[in-house]
């Protein structure tokens, strides 16, 4: 064989490799509802769960609570309207009460979503700014 053959067949293998070991680390979107069945079931893995901050009829957000500046725990209900609290032992993200979406990821321990990390999406990244002549 050519060392150019053993040299594919060996970048082939290590991208295999690769392709192989980060596919456990994946984790999925669900529901609050499928990740506390998931939890039950006795899976452990982490996943995502999308939604939004609860508010109320005036728009003001609503759950937050933050007993010291080192975690907190707020509502969040997701696209399927299910509200659960969600626990974050981490400071509150800058703009947290600004976003428009969150993305929790984390596991269910009981009805509390214990949350490893938090993803927002903030509004005033994606408007467009009015430019005037």
């Keep these: 064989m050519k060392k150019f053959h053993l040299f594919i067949i060996l970048v082939v293998g290590v991208a295999i490799f690769v392709i192989a070991s980060t596919a456990g680390d ?4 669900v529901s609050f509802n499928e990740a506390n069945t998931m939890q039950a079931q006795g899976e452990n893995e982490s996943v ?3 939604g939004q901050l609860t508010r109320n009829d005036q728009g003001t957000i609503v759950g937050i609570n933050q007993s010291d500046k080192l975690s907190f725990s707020f509502q969040m209900v997701d ?8 626990v974050y032992n981490e400071p509150m ?41």
């Design 26 to 29: 994946a984790s999925v979107y």
């Design 48 to 50: 995502h769960v999308v």
């Design 79 to 86: 696209q399927q309207n299910n509200v659960r609290t969600v």
């Design 93 to 133: 993200p800058p703009d947290f009460e600004r976003s428009e979406q969150v993305v929790v990821i984390g596991k269910m321990k009981g009805e509390v979503f214990l949350a490893e990390k938090i993803l927002l999406k903030c509004p005033s990244k994606y408007e467009e700014k009015e430019v005037q002549a």
